[in-house]
T-cell receptor, first 111, second 111 residues
Framework: EDQVTQSPEALRLQEGESSSLNCSYT??????LFWYRQDPGKGPEFLFT???AGEEKEKERLKATLTKKESFLHITAPKPEDSATYLC????????????FGKGTKLTVNP | ETGVTQSPTHLIKTRGQQVTLRCSSQ?????VSWYQQALGQGPQFIFQ???????GRGNFPPRFSGLQFPNYSSELNVNALELDDSALYLC??????????FGSGTRLTVV
């Protein structure tokens, strides 16, 4: 069964304090790994898709990387507006096209 | 380009009642997926429709059912509501099973 585990569950940073979020996954053939940002009471907002080990993608202060077993979301010099829950999801090859999500990491950036 | 819109945004129902949630796909998208997100959890896959046919189902009982219409909008129906059905229900659309865009969700409270 496909599984996604995210750590830590919650992370509190000072503005400008860089850190990384972890997403460990088990999947029977990875089609894609997705990162989403979710604000309270809202739907997930797409950030990145990674397809193969070694791939990296960047967007503003965020950088996502992928290995065969895990993905990291690096946050450089975060700002208070980066506060949100960050969700990781995997999509397996073949069969249903569902996304399997982790529980997320709740990030709080204090000014 | 319009995004994914869901209605209603909030809903309160009594245990045992039935509910219908609606989703309008992003323009040009032919695939709709529904997810249930309990408080503090990641979204859980309910089912997916691709060109009006069901294309995969998660571990949800038959009282969760759905439809996709020729214009690719969709409905999620839940019969015999239980207290545990209280959650944020998310709709996501995509074109040919790639790149999911989520709506803001419907917050369902069962009392």
């Amino acid at each position: 069964e496909d599984q996604v585990t995210q750590s830590p569950e919650a992370l509190r940073l000072q503005e400008g304090e860089s850190s990384s979020l972890n997403c460990s996954y088990t999947v029977s053939g990875l089609r894609g790994l997705f990162w989403y940002r979710q604000d309270p009471g809202k739907g997930p907002e797409f950030l990145f898709t990674l397809y193969s080990a070694g791939e990296e993608k960047e967007k503003e202060r965020l950088k996502a990387t992928l290995t065969k077993k895990e993905s990291f979301l690096h946050i450089t010099a975060p700002k208070p507006e980066d506060s949100a829950t960050y969700l990781c999801a995997v999509q397996a090859q073949g069969g249903s096209e569902k996304l399997v999500f982790g529980k997320g990491t709740k990030l709080t950036v204090n000014p | 380009e319009t995004g994914v819109t869901q209605s209603p945004t909030h809903l309160i129902k009594t245990r045992g009642q039935q509910v219908t949630l609606r989703c309008s796909s992003q323009s040009g998208h032919n695939t709709v997926s529904w997810y249930q997100q309990a408080l503090g959890q990641g979204p859980q896959f309910i089912f997916q429709y691709y060109r009006e046919e069901e294309n995969g189902r998660g571990n949800f009982p038959p009282r969760f059912s759905g439809l996709q219409f020729p214009n690719y909008s969709s409905e999620l129906n839940v019969n015999a509501l239980e207290l545990d059905d209280s959650a944020l229900y998310l709709c996501a659309s995509s074109l040919d099973l790639y790149g999911y865009t989520f709506g803001s969700g419907t917050r369902l409270t069962v009392v």
